[in-house]
């Protein structure tokens, strides 16, 4: 196939008006020449641009992970492992990516560009399966160790864990409120995340790091109420620096997230997924991950008790929209 050829195929393609057998030759070219894969991403980057700014209307693509060679050619003439075309629609709104990685990746809805997730396991043990017990007092003083306020590691608690045999279960605040608002305490717990690793991914384009966290209030019957928080937080430099005179060092971050949900116990006691996202600036060196259970009315000067409030399945993941080699000049 000449490259006349191929841009005549790619046009109809992002047109929308690609035929079967045209599909199959380009699929073909795709399959076999990196250099005509390069030139279609580079294609779709200006599509999914063009549609994103409302200059070219058209159809609805989605491109699909390229599946292994066995199953690209089981049997005869599967739908391509490329291309997977369908009518325009009035909901369409731009390119949809799926791109084969090492690590984890899916496909995310975006108009923009090529996009990746994946999950970091330099956030250790986010299924508490590997600490048991009393976790350590205080702020961590090292990467990958669960600690903070009173919580325990147990297993086979009376509720159902979300991911492995054991749960966290926050059981008591251990340092004075420092706010006065109504002797609100709260049990922290904490994880040093390493990014240095990461520095790469960040200076490409876009990153964010993702936190998520199952959280679930045992409570058979409503009672006080309970806050629930997650929170990420990035810096630059060592964690020496903030160690000292944390929390207030927080305040030092490049950049934080948090998201929380509220809850008065009793019935459905089911698991409660909180998200939040936080910017990845290329000079991050370590994340701070901050589980919380929150009692914003605890009586003043009565100590904070908590134990039928768990946390369990906590995931960080790396986002990565990579910046589009197009630029829309406004007149």
């Known amino acids: 196939m000449n490259t006349e050829r191929l841009e005549h195929l790619l046009r109809q393609y992002f047109d929308g008006e690609i035929t079967d057998d045209e599909i199959a030759e380009l699929d073909a070219a795709l399959h076999i020449r990196p250099d005509a894969r390069e030139h279609f991403w580079n ?103 669960w600690s903070g306020d009173e919580s325990v590691v147990v297993e086979k608690p009376s509720v ?34 390493d990014l240095r690793s990461l520095k790469a991914e960040a200076a490409l384009g876009d990153a964010t790091l993702e936190l998520s966290v199952q959280f679930l209030d045992g409570r058979e019957s409503q009672g006080e109420p309970v806050k629930f928080i997650c929170r990420a937080s990035v810096f630059a430099g060592s964690p020496d620096a903030i160690l000292a005179e944390w929390p207030l060092t927080q305040k030092e971050s490049l950049a934080s997230g948090s998201g929380s949900f509220d809850s008065m116990g009793g019935s459905p006691r089911s698991w409660h997924l909180v ?57």
């Open 43 to 145: 294609e779709a980057h200006i599509h999914g641009a063009l549609r994103e700014w409302g200059l070219e209307s058209g159809s609805a693509i989605e491109l699909r992970a390229l599946q292994s060679p066995s199953e690209v050619t089981r049997g005869h003439r599967e739908k391509s492992p490329w291309l997977s075309w369908r009518p325009r629609v009035a909901a369409a709104a731009g390119v949809v990516f799926g791109l084969l990685c090492a690590s984890v990746a899916w496909a995310l809805a975006s108009p923009r560009a090529v996009a990746t997730a994946s999950r970091l396991f330099a956030l250790v043990d986010g299924s508490f399966e590997k600490q048991c017990g009393r976790l350590p007092s205080g702020f961590p003083v090292q990467f990958g160790i």
């Open 160 to 193: 159902e864990t979300k991911d492995g045999q054991r749960s966290l279960s926050f059981v008591r605040a251990e340092r004075e409120p420092t706010l006065p608002n109504y002797g609100a305490a709260s049990c922290d717990v904490y994880q040093l995340v």
């Open 275 to 331: 998200t939040t996202k936080v910017l990845l600036p290329p000079q991050a060196d370590f994340a701070v991950v901050h589980l919380v259970a929150h009692k914003p009315k605890n009586p003043r000067g009565t100590e904070a008790v908590f134990g039928e409030q768990f946390a369990d399945d906590v995931r960080l993941t790396l986002k990565t929209q990579p910046t589009l080699p197009v630029r829309l000049a406004q007149r």
